[in-house]
């Protein structure tokens, strides 16, 4: 039996483990690829946590939620099979899904960028009605998704883009990359809901990384202060930092044109998906928009899981 490299989830409480494991053979209408980098996204280490909405049900399981593969024709694509698995020398796809990578572009960075790219490039282009000119605020801009969304929401025409977060380093780096306004998320709720209003009153779509609590908080801000109320609010769920519910009063929902939704895997057609990440895809390898790699070999798998992001980094696994 031939055997490969693979990183596998044991348990949910420990990181996965470097092992050999059989090599997959692909059935009717699969396709089996080279697995060149694989990005470590807070998705993935909840996949493997067990702690996400794919997280598998039963182990072992293959660690890895996306991949930068080499098909047997030798061009590139990048996959995203949530729950399935990636960490592996080699894998076994629907070949329908892999989304192209033009030649030359770099395995580490697309794994690295992609994932917190699309996020913000799938809620545009996807779920809401963003037209070219709009204005948005991303809530919780300071990690690498929220970083991505300033830009991506400014290579999609936004006409005004605020980015809201902690880091007040990250903030002001955010400026030099096309951020209109910042606001600086500070432990003094009052103050954070008075900039806020001051600056974020009249957007358009708030694409949000943060949810819970400072959600609650930035929600009944800019509700509060909106001159326009009938003028449409898309809130875009995203991702959940600040923590996974919130709660909502019916009279915020009922006086605004106020509309919350969620944007993840899940939530937008596979072939929508494609469609649009085709394009991402390219406007990455074009240069512009990128995560930096911090890169680990497959054998460092456990130390690569214990490594901390610093900011505008990703942990990725080359293969
Ligand atoms: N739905 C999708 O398609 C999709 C795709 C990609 C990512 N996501 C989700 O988006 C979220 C962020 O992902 P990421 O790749 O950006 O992770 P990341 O690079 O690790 O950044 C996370 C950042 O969140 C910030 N943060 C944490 N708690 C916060 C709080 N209470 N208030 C404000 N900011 C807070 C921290 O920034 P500071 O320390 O600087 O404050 C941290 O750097 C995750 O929940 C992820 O699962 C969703």
Known sequence: MSMI??????????????????????????????????????????????????????????????????????????????????????IVIDPAAVIPVPDGADPATLAATMNPALSSWGALR???????????????????AGSMAVKVAKHLGAGRVIAAGRNRTRLDELVDQGADA??????????????????????DVVLDYVWGAPTE?????????????TRLLDWVQIGGMGGDAITLSGH????????????????????????????????IAAGGMAVRPHPFPLDQVETAWAHQDAPGERTVILL
Do not use: C, W
């Open 5 to 90: 490299n693979a990183a596998l989830v044991e348990s949910f409480d420990e990181p996965p483990h470097f092992r050999s494991i059989p090599a997959p053979e692909a059935g009717p209408g699969q396709e089996m690829v080279d697995v060149l980098a694989v990005g470590v996204h807070p998705a993935t280490r909840g996949i493997a946590a067990g702690k996400h909405y794919t997280s598998p049900e039963v182990l072992p399981a293959l660690a890895g939620a996306d991949a930068v593969v080499r098909r047997a024709d030798g061009r590139l694509g990048y996959v995203m099979v949530m729950g399935a698995g990636t960490l592996a020398e080699r």
């Open 126 to 144: 996807t779920r809401v009605p963003f037209q070219a000119g709009q204005s948005v605020l991303v809530h919780g801009a300071t990690g690498n």
């Open 182 to 203: 910042v606001v600086q998320l500070v432990p003094d709720e009052a103050a954070t809901a008075a900039a806020l209003a001051e600056v974020a009153a009249e957007v």
């Open 217 to 229: 908080l930035a929600m009944r801000a800019v509700l509060g202060a909106r001159t326009q109320h």
């Open 252 to 283: 915020a929902l009922r006086s605004n044109a106020f509309r919350i939704l969620g944007s993840g895997f899940g939530s937008v057609d596979m072939q929508v998906m494609q469609r649009e990440f085709t394009e991402l895809v390219a406007a």
